[in-house]
């Protein structure tokens, strides 16, 4: 069983910065894949990031550039840092696990992005 617990997301301007993080009760080392989802109302969830544990990462067009996906193994903390926001990037964000065949959610942080 995993659990993960995000932060930091709330209310930032078009084209400022966002750090979210999601702290693992697991060894995330260990862990096969991690990644960030997003929902925003009325769409279906999407990945935002992925990263296994090779080391590779994934992200789709819409943020590749602006989003970075790292892992702090020390931590057990995943994190998501998110530059150049823009209004469409409001979404509540989910932290995901992967483990010994296992899928596992957080609960979700918000992120909304208004002037």
């Known amino acids: 069983q995993v659990h993960l617990v995000e932060s930091g997301g709330g209310l930032v301007q078009p084209g400022k910065s966002l750090r979210l993080s999601c702290a693992a009760s697991?060894?995330?080392?260990?862990?096969?894949?991690m990644a960030w989802y997003r929902q925003a109302p009325g769409k279906q969830r999407g990945l935002v990031a992925q990263?296994?544990?090779?080391?590779?990462?994934t992200y789709p067009d819409s943020v590749k550039g602006r989003f970075t996906i790292s892992r702090d193994n020390a931590k057990n903390t995943l994190y998501l840092e998110m530059n150049s926001l823009k209004p469409e990037d409001t979404a509540v964000y989910y932290c995901?696990?992967?483990?010994?065949?296992?899928?596992?959610w957080g609960e979700g942080t918000l992120v909304t992005v208004s002037s």
């Open positions: 995901y696990a992967f483990h010994l065949g296992m899928s596992y």
């Open positions: 990263t296994i544990s090779g080391g590779a990462t």
């Open positions: 697991e060894t995330i080392s260990t862990i096969d894949i």
